[in-house]
């Protein structure tokens, strides 16, 4: 039996452990490192979610690198036409930059190809894009996943970045929600 936390009112089981998440994080560096030999790539990282597996990813990235953090925030319309998502923290000039994007989880892929649509304005010469969890069941984008740590089934997942409704993104190991 694995372990299992509570996170507000529901039970979660632990499903990847901190060891195995940074073997997998390794085996990306290791890619990234092999792949952008000499190309001074800029990592995106988006936030929230995402920041323990930039840390840990690019302490293992040996390359010359820079590292800036950007989010997908959501405003409500003032009409009701629904949200608008705008890309909120591109500060520096992207253009002509080998952009590597690093998310936490690719779900339907509708952030990633959001985040994507936007970038491209900046007209940097590429945009890869890095993920550590990906949820291929669920996917419904033709958008091209370059680096896919895991892949994990369609269920909610908490733990290490990953968050249900605030908490549970410093736990170290991964919980998947109990059936
Ligand atoms: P997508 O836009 O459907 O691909 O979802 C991407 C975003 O939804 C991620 O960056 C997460 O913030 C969130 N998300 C997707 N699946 C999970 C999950 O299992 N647990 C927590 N957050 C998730
Ligand atoms: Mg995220």
Known sequence: ????????????????????????????????????????????????????????????????????????????????????????????????KNIVILEDIIDSGNTIEKVMLELKKHDPQKISIATLLFKSGAYKKRLKIDYIGMEVPNDFLVGYGLDYDGLGRNLSDIYILKS
């Open 1 to 96: 039996m694995g372990k299992i936390v509570v996170i507000h009112d529901k039970k979660f089981r632990k499903f990847i452990s901190s060891q195995k998440i940074q073997k997998t994080i390794a085996v990306i560096a290791r890619k990234i490192n092999k792949d952008f030999k000499n190309e001074n790539p800029v990592f995106l990282s988006v936030l929230n979610g995402s920041f323990l597996f930039t840390a840990d990813l690019l302490k293992k990235v040996k390359v010359d690198c820079e590292v800036s953090f950007i989010k997908v925030a959501s405003y409500s319309g003032i009409r009701s036409t629904g949200n608008l998502n705008t890309l909120i923290g591109v500060n520096e000039n992207l253009k002509r």
